[in-house]
């Protein structure tokens, strides 16, 4: 009581001082704002950022909250200022799922982060490392293909969403793990719930008195979840370290081997801030954890997402596969090297990811001092959503056809996907800006261009292409609410092999 007492008061004497806080809805008492999220909170912040504009207030339970919902103000918070806001908060799914903030995405700013993450672009996620993978791209791809041929032949339809998931967990897994996830562990369906828990709105995070009474049972869903995921990678570790000791001289290849070389050796030697430790197994299951988590559901979802834009705009389908006609020709399947080439897909890739963002609020930053931004005074340890839905609605930005799909919007633009640009951030940007972007974006785009270039799509019996469901599911990530489902048709001249 007397918590609930003081955070109330203090909330109301924030506002009473002169520091002006930015324009927000009236909080409740207690719950504050929580109420007015609903099911879709970006759509709703959304809305409320319209009456009051695109630096927003809110109070989630006691946690004072900027919703930030403009590419100018995004560029204040992610780049003028990208050190303040450089840290995530403390929340009870990173306590479960991150062994204690142990891995990169969830943990807060310091020394350990940016040790991990220094280790991690260099040994796991560098340029190197995703060219290396190709052949496992490559074989999956052709392995779908495959299967997709067998069904075009059978005239049926395919749950898209499905075979898309199953490739990219396959690839994922197997430059993660180095195997095949398929010896009857379930780790896709843990991770989706994991990932769909940590970003739907845990009362035990705002209301921290009432954790204890578990109210929404995420707690326990968690404990139980990495319960199962810590024995299943506690497998993995194992069948990688008996492989170690038979092989001492074999190159280090998937993202396990290369972490269970490093066990009890610092990661930076030679770096003053080489704090950091591999030095239990936890270290190794937190990373790998965090990068199956971000790598199965977001590139499955941009690929859903785009092939639900190409079946609701045929014009658009049929560009494209003109464009890997010309690039490629009908004679034989696209490679990684043809992508460089391919600059519509590059265009529809864009559009695709401004309009369904896959982390619709990035991963939610939290402020590390206070700090004024365009007259507003915004408190340390204040939680940031940066809208990026919100942003790619905005017609000031993208014109009255904002909320279009148009890749063509794109022609003779210069706009960056990968950070720079404000207008575009669907990876973040600054400091905490995903360090899987090329993996990520090279796997994209080479689903969908092989897909749409082996096979004609049609939607199943008879369905217009402005019938098509498009319903979103909010989580940490925001995939198709419905498999997505479609009639393939084979394409290629010769067998495409
Ligand atoms: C198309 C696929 C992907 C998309 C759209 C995406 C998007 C994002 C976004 C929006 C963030 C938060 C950035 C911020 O707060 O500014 C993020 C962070 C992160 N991503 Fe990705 N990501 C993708 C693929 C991957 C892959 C394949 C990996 C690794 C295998 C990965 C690893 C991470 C990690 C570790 C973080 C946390 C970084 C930190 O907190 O320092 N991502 N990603």
Known sequence: VIHVFRTTLSASNRHKNDRKLPPGPCALPIIGNLHMLGKLPHQNLHHLAKRYGPIMSLRL???PTIVVSSPQAAEQFLKTHDLVFASRPKVQSSQYMSYGAKGMAFTQYGSYWRTVRKWCTLHLLSASKVEYFAPVRKAELRSLVESIKKAAAAGETVDLSRKVGKLIEEIMSKVILGRSLDDGFDLKLLIEEAVHLTGVFNLSDYLPYLAPLDLQGFARRFKKMSKAIDKYFEKIIDEHEQEANLNERKPHRDFVEVMVSFLN?????????????????KNIKAIILDMIGASFDTASAVIGWTFSELLRHPRVMVGLQQELETVVGRNRMVEESDLLKLTYLDMVVKESMRLHPVAPFLIPRESMEDVTIDGYFIPKKSRILVNTWSMARDQNVWSDNAEEFVPERF?????????????LIPFGSGRRGCPGLQLGLLTVRLVIAQLVHCFHWELPDGMLPNELDMSE?????????NSLFAKPAYRLFDKGM
Do not use: C, H, W
Not at 411 to 423: A, E, T, V
Not at 473 to 481: C, D, E, H, S
């Open 411 to 423: 022609i003779g633009s210069k706009i960056d996907l990968r950070g720079p640009d404000f207008q």
């Open 473 to 481: 599911k909010f989580g940490l990530t925001l995939p198709r609410a």
């Open 61 to 63: 339970g006691y946690v």
């Open 265 to 281: 050796k610092p990661m930076n030697p030679y770096d003053d801030e080489g704090q950091a430790y591999i030095t239990d197994r």
